[in-house]
């Protein structure tokens, strides 16, 4: 049996266009037809080098980022060249279970339009070699919310780099709870537990290389 | 959202509202118009058993939380803990079935019911999701992938670590797009970790603090590179 594609799609609906009493009939079978559309492809299985593309994940880890905002500074040295496709990022904060209350209003806002993976609460950036940094107001370097620069895994930031072994990437994140929660500084035990950096890399080795 | 999603999105509103369903239909071929003049999506090359296309699902079924470092040492936490970028967890191990080449990866966590000691429940898997905030429960558990036991591909570029599956994969709806291809019977190994007491504290107070284990996986797609005949 083929793949149901494109065309297929169009000539429904197309049938449905012309003749408004049958759309009624073939709603259903639209519906079905999309959500059977053959997933894309043949960019990846006719490209050169999909060997070990698209594998690779540089990242960098904070743990228990103060509330003070200060910035804390990471490097991942890339061991290979690579095409970085893509920036995420995931916070976890950390609240003891006697502080529900408090830690259930960050993953309601998360949930009510604060960005998922907890992104709202910290600032990023990022810079290659430590030299040209990218997230700039026109005149210096700056960081910016999470939020605003990363994806959350079911879309990532789009990234267009090409860079080579041993060039690095540093990022700087703060945490911004103290912002979000004046409890949450004042509450013992309450702090940004982990934040991950993840940038999703293509390798350019050609295969047999 | 990209066409795909828009094309299901009308055509669900189509099947709800069968009496606007035409005026839906329009909007469809309105938007495979841009869409084919964008490019369109890519044909498929001939020769291909695209039909096989299979889902190879590494997963964990109730994993436990490991202590902490910073936890009191009374709840197994102190400097034998375990640092949170790692863990004693064994990497579970899928075996390719045919030569494919690995499209995307998705990951979910559904926590189990909590329990006390007397079996009473404390907490039901709804409420349990209420420390996630992100979709499918990806921020309640790490991961980390190899292939053959070799590589561990997710480093800083010195040292290989563990970082939450919402950074790490996307979701069914949409997953993170891989492009790598794997010969009939290497393996891929996923390892995993229950982070609830990172997000959940325990204190010497308060030891036993919440700890539900949870169901999780990483499913990657994979399609049959196996030529058709003639």
Redesign the interface.
């Known amino acids: 049996m083929r793949d149901t594609t494109l065309d297929d799609v169009e000539a429904l609906a197309q049938s449905m266009v012309n003749s408004p009493a049958a759309a009624v009939q073939l709603a259903g079978q639209l519906q079905a037809t999309v959500q059977s559309l053959a997933v894309p492809r043949a960019e990846l299985v006719t490209r050169p080098a999909f060997e070990r593309a698209a594998l690779w994940t540089y990242a960098v880890s904070f743990e228990q980022l103060d509330n003070s905002g200060d910035p804390s500074t990471k490097v991942i040295e890339l061991q290979r060249d690579v095409h970085v496709r893509g920036v995420n990022a995931c916070a976890i904060v950390q609240t003891p279970l006697e502080n529900f209350e408090l830690s259930s209003v960050f993953w309601l806002t998360s949930q009510a339009g604060g960005g998922k993976n907890l992104r709202w609460l910290f600032d990023v950036n990022w810079s290659i070699d430590d030299e040209r940094g990218f997230i700039t107001n026109g005149i210096a370097e700056i960081r910016a919310r999470g939020v605003a620069i990363t994806g959350d895994g079911e879309f990532s930031a789009p990234l267009d780099w090409r860079l080579q072994r041993n060039q690095t990437i540093v990022v700087r994140a703060a945490s911004r709870l103290a912002d979000a929660s004046a409890d949450a500084v004042e509450e013992p035990g309450t702090i940004l537990r982990w934040l991950t950096v993840t940038f999703w890399c293509e390798e350019l080795r050609q295969p047999g290389t | 959202m990209d066409h ?1 999603a828009t ?2 999105t ?3 509103h ?2 709800n ?3 606007h ?2 005026v ?3 909007v ?2 309105d938007q ?1 118009a841009a ?2 003049a964008e490019g ?6 001939p020769g ?1 058993l ?2 096989g ?1 299979r889902s190879i699902v590494v997963r964990a079924d109730r994993l436990a939380v490991e202590p902490l470092p910073e936890e009191p040492p009374a709840i197994g936490g102190g400097p034998g803990g375990v640092a ?2 790692t863990t004693g967890n064994d990497f579970v191990q899928a075996k390719m079935p045919v030569d494919a ?1 690995i ?2 990866v998705s990951g979910y966590a559904i926590p189990n019911v909590l329990l006390n000691d007397n079996g009473a429940q404390i907490l039901d898997t709804g409420e349990l999701f ?6 499918d429960g ?2 309640l558990f790490s991961a980390q992938w190899n ?1 053959d036991g070799e590589t561990q ?6 040292n290989s ?1 563990m ?9 069914r ?2 997953p ?6 794997l010969k009939r019977d290497q393996t891929i190994g996923v390892r995993f970790r229950n ?1 609830y007491n ?6 010497e107070e ?1 030891p036993d ?2 700890a539900p284990t949870i169901n999780c996986a990483l499913v990657f ?1 994979a ?1 049959d ?1 196996r030529r058709l005949e003639g």
């Open positions: 795909r094309l299901s009308l055509a669900h189509a099947a509202d069968p009496a369903a035409s839906y239909a329009r469809v071929l495979i869409w084919k369109g999506e890519p044909q498929t090359p291909y695209y039909a296309a949170i970028t080449l499209y995307g209420a420390f996630s905030a992100a979709s990806r921020d292939v591909f997710t480093t800083d570029g010195t670590f970082t939450p599956a919402a950074a790490l994969v996307g979701t709806l949409r993170r797009a891989l492009a790598w291809k982070l990172a997000i959940v504290g325990r204190t308060q603090g919440i797609y399609l590179l």
